[in-house]
């Protein structure tokens, strides 16, 4: 078998196990706590990424705070 068939097969298990063996791995070098503030972080970046990739509306429209606050901040100037 190459590993293009494998891959198409069993894809879903090579990558899964073997993002729990990597955790496994952190959690027995630096202890829980840190491994779930990487695995919070990592997923963290994922969720950018993926609204990155899809294109999604920001998460906070920027222009329009801004707009608002220097309409009311900027007599101030």
């Not at 990597?22 to 997923?43: P, S």
């Not at 509306?57 to 705070?65: F, Q, T």
Request: aromatic residues 20%.
């Amino acid at each position: 078998m190459k590993w293009s068939e494998i891959w198409a097969v069993y894809g879903g298990r090579v990558s899964w196990t073997a993002c729990g063996l990597f955790f496994g791995l952190l959690y027995l070098f630096v202890g829980f706590w840190h491994m779930l503030v990487v695995a919070v972080l990592t997923l963290l970046g994922y969720w950018i990424g993926r609204r990155k990739d899809l294109q999604a509306a920001p998460l906070l429209p920027w222009k329009e705070i801004r707009e608002r606050l220097m309409r009311r901040w900027g007599p101030f100037r």
